[in-house]
């Protein structure tokens, strides 16, 4: 009964610690200190980023580095600031170091405040990539939000770096991995007992 206890105590950490560093993995604290996939805008004024290449990688998000080319990859753009729902903003994606641009929404209103640059075929060239993000004033505008200079930032990033499982799924994976055999292990009376067992015999030593 002790050593089942202890069996239990033991997965149950090990798990517990595994769910922890997933989630700092991630970004952790609240706020966007810990979030490497962001743009300042203005100064402390920012703007959620995070990329996708659903087909070949499923599940996976990516930042700086995405891992194909010629697979369709998605950029996802969450306005951390409510104003910005109210102002025009254009996006583009340019190769570098020719600054060869490979998409371009033209300036627009994003109410929901979430914008999804779709390239059906990602990039076809391996290499460094600038997104450009650009606030836009409107002519005769009177709201002093959406007045002023045009305004472009950017962010980089590398396509091309190969396959490479992110170190949060990893964490997921041995998560899943060691529940799965938790599971089993309590439902399973054969198991049970020779698990119990193996872990008497130990701690007789």
């Not at 952790?28 to 920012?46: I, R």
């Not at 109210?86 to 996006?91: I, L």
């Not at 640059?117 to 939000?145: C, K």
Request: hydrophobic residues 40%; charged residues 20%.
């Amino acid at each position: 009964m002790k050593t089942s206890l202890l069996v239990k105590k033991g997965l149950l950490a090990v798990l517990g610690t595994l769910f922890t560093a997933t989630v700092w993995a991630h970004g952790g604290a609240a706020g966007t200190d810990t979030d490497q996939c962001k743009f300042e805008l203005e100064p402390s004024h920012w703007i959620h980023y995070t990329a996708y290449q659903p087909v070949a990688y499923p599940a996976e998000e990516f930042c700086g580095k995405l891992p194909g080319t010629d697979t369709k990859t998605q950029l996802v753009f969450d306005y951390q600031d409510m104003k910005y729902r109210d102002m025009m903003v254009e996006f583009e994606v340019t190769k570098e170091p020719e600054g060869k641009q490979v998409f371009f929404m033209p300036s627009a209103k994003h109410k929901k405040g979430t914008i999804i640059l779709d390239l059906p075929n990602g990039v076809a060239e391996a290499g460094q990539y600038l997104i450009h993000i650009t606030l836009v004033p409107e002519a005769g505008a009177t709201d002093s939000r959406v007045q002023g200079q045009r305004l472009d930032v950017h962010m980089g990033f590398k396509a091309g770096t190969g396959a490479k499982t992110s170190g949060t799924n990893l964490l997921l994976y041995g998560f899943l991995g060691l529940a799965g055999l938790y599971a089993a292990y309590l439902s399973n009376a054969n198991l049970k007992r020779k698990v119990d067992e193996v872990i008497k015999k130990l701690t007789n030593y």
